[in-house]
């Protein structure tokens, strides 16, 4: 049987009681920016319903320049967006969440990294980049880097929180702040 089977059986009674949102800005007013382990779903861990809030994912929930791209972007569409109904004075505040118990955590051990290099073919720098050891050290570089970004909006805030897998609780690191 297909691995997707049951999940599409699952989407099936979904798609039953579903009311379809329309675009628009995200209602809750925040992005989330976190890692892609499937233990930490913003949907269940934050409660997010559909149309609440645009979610970016990677490894470890870094701010590449990938994910500074993509903001920079949801910001211009969300300016758009709000044109419509007059222009905004802010548009969103950007939650980078980092978590404990990290898998790439073991990108910090510099032989685990060169193993992983060579096995994969992804440059070390790339691997050491996304790196999560002490997600409250990471957390605070990543707020950093895209408050410092120039493609940032002055119109979007950043905060920094830290999700423990141990709790399942989120605290926060960095109180939201404009550029
Ligand atoms: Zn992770």
Redesign the pocket.
């Known amino acids: 049987m297909p691995r997707m089977t049951p999940l599409l059986d699952r989407n099936e009674q979904f798609a039953r009681a579903y009311a379809p949102v329309p675009l628009g800005l995200p209602t809750a007013q925040v992005l989330i920016v976190?890692?892609?382990?499937h233990?930490?779903d913003p949907a269940i861990v934050l409660g997010l319903q559909l149309g609440e809030a645009p979610v970016i994912r990677n490894?470890?929930?870094r701010v590449t320049p990938a994910v500074i791209d993509d903001i920079a972007y949801l910001a211009f569409l969300a300016e758009q967006l709000s044109g419509r109904q007059g222009p905004a004075d802010t548009l969103f505040e950007v939650a980078v969440v980092?978590?404990t118990?990290?898998?790439?955590?073991f990108l910090d051990d510099p032989d685990f990294r060169r193993r992983a290099a060579e096995a994969t073919g992804v440059p070390e720098a790339a691997l050491g980049a996304s790196a999560?050891a002490d997600p409250h050290v990471t957390v605070k570089a990543d707020v950093e880097r895209l408050l410092a970004s120039p493609l940032l909006s002055p119109k979007v805030s950043v905060s920094g929180h830290v999700y423990d897998i141990a709790t399942g609780r989120v605290t926060t690191t960095l109180d939201a702040r404009y550029p």
């Open positions: 976190t890692c892609l382990d233990r930490i490894a470890g929930g980092h978590h118990q990290c898998g790439t955590g999560v």
